[in-house]
């Protein structure tokens, strides 16, 4: 593959999550796209042997700290916070976020030993991307929190927490889903970029509602 087609999926993965890196020299986005044997073994002198695994660890560990902090805000149950992680950070929510968003499309695989984006590694991948945010940005649970806004990763949680709030919220919130739904280019996020994938939309007025 040559450096071109390589700098095609660094920045098609930077379009999809929306998020410029700060520091664009660590590469850390670019170590998140490798898989296991892609034949780059270090990138800017970190080992990258094992692919994007161990930045998967650190994005894991991130979005349960994004959504950890609302979660202990509203003073939700443990059992809220089970339910919550399991639902939205489970492998095939993960997975299905990255094949709808075309994520996987930028993974870095080794041209002679190719691999198929199994619900495992597609996981992965975001995990690792959200790590790589998450270091890059020096630790910003906010720019974590807005990747995931942009994946639309936390759009269901946030949809389903609707329930119990004034009928009229609802009715506004549900009029705003229904017309993202209809209109995918509808932006959702300041930082937004326009998207074609089925998954629900993340909306300000969603987000406003919290703590």
Same mark, same amino acid.
């Given at each position: ?9 660094? =920045? ?13 020299? =660590? ?30 660890? @650190? ?48 993974? @870095? ?20 991307? /959200? ?12 720019? @974590?929190?807005? @990747? ?30 229904? /017309? ?32």
């Amino acid at each position: 593959m040559s450096s071109n087609q390589y700098q095609m999926k660094l =920045e098609r993965a930077e379009a999809i999550i929306g998020y410029h890196p700060q520091k664009p020299q =660590e590469y850390y986005l670019w170590e998140a796209l490798q898989v296991a044997g892609s034949g780059h073994t270090r990138i800017v002198g970190r080992s990258a042997y094992d692919g994007n695994k161990r930045l998967a660890i @650190v994005g894991d560990t991130a979005m349960a700290l994004a959504l950890a902090r609302p979660w202990y805000k509203k003073d939700e149950t443990l059992g809220d916070w089970d339910s919550q992680r399991q639902r939205l950070l489970s492998n095939n929510n993960l997975a299905r976020v990255a094949r709808e968003s075309g994520l996987v499309d930028c993974m @870095v695989v080794n041209p002679r030993n190719p691999v198929q984006a199994s619900t495992k590694l597609a996981a992965a991948l975001v995990e690792a991307i /959200v790590g790589a945010v998450w270091i890059d940005s020096d630790e910003s649970i906010d720019a @974590v929190r807005q @990747v995931m806004e942009t994946l639309r990763l936390i759009a269901l949680n946030e949809l389903r927490q609707v329930i119990g709030t004034p009928k009229t919220k609802q009715l506004d919130v549900i009029q705003l889903f229904c /017309v993202c739904c209809t209109n995918p280019s509808t932006p959702t996020t300041s930082s937004a970029r326009t998207r074609d994938f089925r998954v629900e939309p993340m909306t300000q007025s969603l987000e406003s509602g919290r703590a």
